[in-house]
């Protein structure tokens, strides 16, 4: 996928404040304003934990265009993701996520894009490298835009994480790598 405008930028799953929609929604508001000729689509697939926060955000990208589909099964839910350029995920990195190893990360990265993710101690745990994605701090906005600008002012580097992305699940979580080990494990049981 190259980076032609507009520039799609994604978020799944459940849409609320815990989540990290709001903070999604700070770091777009600022690369908009940062700058205000670049074209960004945001695409939302999932559900709004509550209507408050949903309204909030509507009011929040009021200039921004935003297409929302409501959570679908997974095979469309693939689809869905074809034409977002970044894959966002800001929640809260409270101890309970931080001890989690959220399995999005890997539908994220199965994509082929590059990721940006709350920075998780058990995503560091198990991946002490990691080439394709940002751990951020989901509070930052300005660093998760900049994140997003050195991007697009690098396209390079976006066709270099996207490919890594596709290589870190072919590589590790390829069924054809993984189905004797499985087997096994289910044999012992």
């Known amino acids: 996928m ?88 800001l929640r809260e990195t409270n101890s309970e996520n931080q001890r989690c190893l959220p399995i999005k990360f890997y539908f994220y990265a199965a994509c082929g894009k590059p990721i940006i993710f709350s920075d998780l101690k058990a995503i560091r745990k198990e991946h002490h490298e990691i080439n394709f994605a940002h751990l951020v701090d989901p509070d930052d906005s300005v660093g998760i835009a900049s994140v997003i600008k050195n991007y697009l002012d690098n396209k390079e580097l976006y066709k270099q994480d996207s490919k890594n992305a596709l290589e870190f699940v072919e590589g590790k979580y390829n069924w054809l790598n993984l189905k004797n080990e499985f087997i096994d494990f289910v044999t012992r049981l």
Not at 14 to 28: D, P, R
Not at 52 to 72: A, H, L, P
Request: charge should be positive.
């Open 2 to 89: 190259s980076l032609k405008e507009p520039i799609c930028l994604g978020y799944s799953g459940k849409l609320s404040e815990e989540k990290g929609i709001f903070s999604f929604a700070n770091a777009v508001l600022i690369l908009k304003h940062r700058n205000p000729n670049l074209a960004i689509k945001v695409k939302l697939i999932g559900w709004f934990a509550n209507k408050n926060e949903e309204g909030k955000f509507y009011e929040m990208m009021k200039e921004i265009e935003t297409e929302f589909i409501y959570s679908v099964p997974f095979p469309k839910f693939s689809k869905q993701l074809q034409d977002i350029h970044f894959l966002f995920d």
